[in-house]
């Protein structure tokens, strides 16, 4: 800006504009330090809730493991004790031979077991994560992220994984230098 024609310009105005931009500036700097600042807060305060809850669950799943064994040991003595007298009642009350008793009672025990192993298996698949391994491949991470659609196309992760697990027929998916790629 260039002085008034009259020579009465003192310079004011631009010092005032320029003190002013200095605040501006100074108001912008302080604010990204206390943006930083919290952020860094965020995140050492996610950090201590993640290692806190993975202490938490490293030492759950020790006790419930010892519990878990507890349990085991108990019921299999429960159990072996109730099919004693079942094949007890069966032989003296009913009059059945032991052979047939101890017969009927096997069966029931394999029937059992049969269902606990399939109930097993079926559970077990849960713990790979299905859903999530889909949306992270969606996102671009992950084996499976060649397989599937983009983050913004409309198609179904879940169909995108029925399609490569009908395309593979069977076959295990390779990648890269012939790993097998875990299927979705």
Do not use: C
């Not at 349990?71 to 047939?100: H, Q, R, V």
């Not at 859903?131 to 995108?160: C, F």
């Not at 029925?162 to 998916?173: P, R």
Request: aromatic share 8%.
């Amino acid at each position: 800006m260039s002085p008034p024609a009259d020579g009465s310009g003192d310079g004011g105005d631009d010092r005032d504009s320029l003190h002013g931009i200095e605040a501006s500036l100074h108001e912008l700097g302080a604010s990204g330090r206390a943006t930083w600042n919290a952020g860094r807060d965020a995140g050492k305060a996610f950090r201590i809730l993640l290692s806190a809850d993975i202490s938490l669950a490293r030492s759950a799943f020790g006790r419930s493991l010892a519990f878990t064994g507890v349990a085991i040991a108990f019921g299999a003595s429960a159990w072996l004790l109730l099919m004693a007298a079942l094949i007890a009642g069966l032989s003296l009350g009913l009059g059945w031979p032991w052979a047939l008793s101890l017969l009927l009672t096997g069966g029931l025990s394999l029937v059992i077991a049969g269902f606990g192993g399939w109930s097993a298996m079926r559970y077990f698949e849960h713990t790979r994560l299905q859903a999530t391994r889909r949306q992270l491949a969606r996102l671009g991470v992950g084996e499976l992220a060649d397989y599937m659609p983009d983050a913004g196309s409309g198609t179904s992760a879940k169909q995108a994984a029925d399609q490569v697990a009908d395309a593979a027929d069977g076959q295990a998916l390779k990648k890269g230098l012939g790993v097998q790629v875990t299927p979705p």
